[in-house]
């Protein structure tokens, strides 16, 4: 079982938007730590889509977007588009573990 | 364009050794702490092991702590993973990655793949 609570899976048509929610604990999101997003195709490494909770790194479209709130975040894609079909994963620092925790990641199907 | 090329997976028995490596190029490796991250057969992420950029600083993840150890030459632009006592859990693809957990994980090798298996 992950530190950080995904839903496994979510769905949307294309165009329109769909968002992953993040939830963490009083020891990592809600301490204060950074949330990062990550895109992984199926037998590929995970690319980094969203840093510090909502900065996107140079090349990833502006349909992405992050936020942070409490002890969650949340991933949004807007004008889903065929080629987001993919694995979301968020990522942030667990201070009783002392380390780096993810979420267990999320399937987007695009209809 | 920032290239990690991690090498040294394969078959190995339950209680056996491996060590992987990681080649980074294209990259200040020197100046930026690294980790190890694994991913087992259709299962999520999970981080392993950082190391700082001086080697000055390691911390393990519980389920390797006492049986892997990371280190590092910066001469050489690389990065190892020693793992020992290995099992069945052990088995996945091994990702290099700049970072150390308390930021983000900004550039990734491609993995390799270890399977535990008798």
């Known amino acids: 079982q992950s530190v950080l609570t995904q839903p496994p899976s979510v769905s949307g048509a294309p165009g329109q938007r769909v968002t992953i929610s993040c939830t963490g604990s009083?020891?990592?999101?809600?301490?204060?730590?950074?949330v990062h997003w990550y895109q992984q195709f199926p037998g590929t490494a995970p690319k980094l889509l969203i840093h510090?909770?909502?900065n996107r790194p140079s090349g990833v479209p502006d349909r992405f977007s992050g936020s942070k709130s409490g002890t969650s975040a949340s991933l949004a894609i807007s004008g889903l588009q065929a080629e987001d079909e993919a694995d979301y994963y968020c990522?942030?620092?667990?201070?009783?573990?002392?380390?780096?925790?993810f979420g267990g990641g999320t399937k987007l199907t695009v209809l | 364009q920032v290239l990690l090329v991690e090498s040294g997976g394969g078959l190995v028995k339950p209680g056996g050794s491996l060590r992987v490596s990681c080649a980074a190029s294209?990259?200040?490796?020197?100046?930026?702490?690294m980790s190890w991250i694994r991913q087992a057969p259709g299962k999520g992420l999970e981080w392993v092991s950082y190391i700082s950029s001086s080697s000055t600083f390691t911390n393990y993840a519980s389920s390797v702590k006492g049986r892997f150890t990371i280190s590092r030459d910066n001469a050489k632009n690389s990065l190892y993973l020693q793992m020992n006592s290995l099992t069945a859990e052990d088995t996945a693809v091994y990702y290099c990655a700049s970072g150390s957990g308390s930021g983000s994980f900004h550039y990734w090798g491609q993995g390799t793949l270890v399977t535990v298996s008798s």
């Open positions: 294209e990259f200040t490796f020197s100046d930026h702490y």
């Open positions: 009083s020891s990592n999101i809600g301490a204060g730590y950074d």
């Open positions: 990522q942030s620092y667990d201070s009783s573990l002392n380390g780096s925790v």
């Open positions: 510090g909770n909502k």
